[in-house]
Each structure stands twice: as structure tokens, then as C-alpha cells.
């Protein structure tokens, strides 16, 4: 199982496995496919403060909830 962890590039989301924290995947869905693709940790929390920092400067309603998220997930 996953979860999002963070909106990421390019219409590809990051997901990290629910039960081993430390997985982390670029996942893209496409009209009837879904591409996954490994990435490290510090690539998936770099792009984590990336979604926090543009969230903050665009005060975005689902600050909160990417914060949790980001604390849950890395610190």
C-alpha cells in the first residue's frame, strides 16, 4: 500500500509504502496506465520542502496537511 507524500513534478506525485517508511516512488498516471519509479529519500524530501515552500507562498488551503505530512513522513 501507498501514500501520497507530496505533489511532485511534471503531473507525477510522490508516494512512500505504508508499512516501510522509506520507499519512496515517483508515481504518473496516464490515461489507462500507471508508471512507478523508484527514488531516494533526500530526492523525495527535497521535493517535499519544494510542495511545502510553494504552498506557503501561495497560502494554500492544504498547508496543514502537507506540513503533516512532511513530519510524519521525514522527520
Known sequence: MLYQVS?????????????AQ???FLVEVKQR???FEVIPY???RN???LNLQKARRNGSEEL???ENLFTQ???
Open 33 to 35: 496506465e500507471v508508471f
Open 64 to 66: 496543514s496537511k502537507w
Open 42 to 44: 533526500l530526492d523525495a
Open 47 to 49: 521535493q517535499a520542502e
Open 22 to 24: 522509506k520507499m519512496f
Open 7 to 19: 505533489p511532485g513534478n511534471d503531473g507525477r506525485d510522490i508516494y512512500a509504502t505504508l508499512y
Open 73 to 75: 513522513t521525514f522527520l
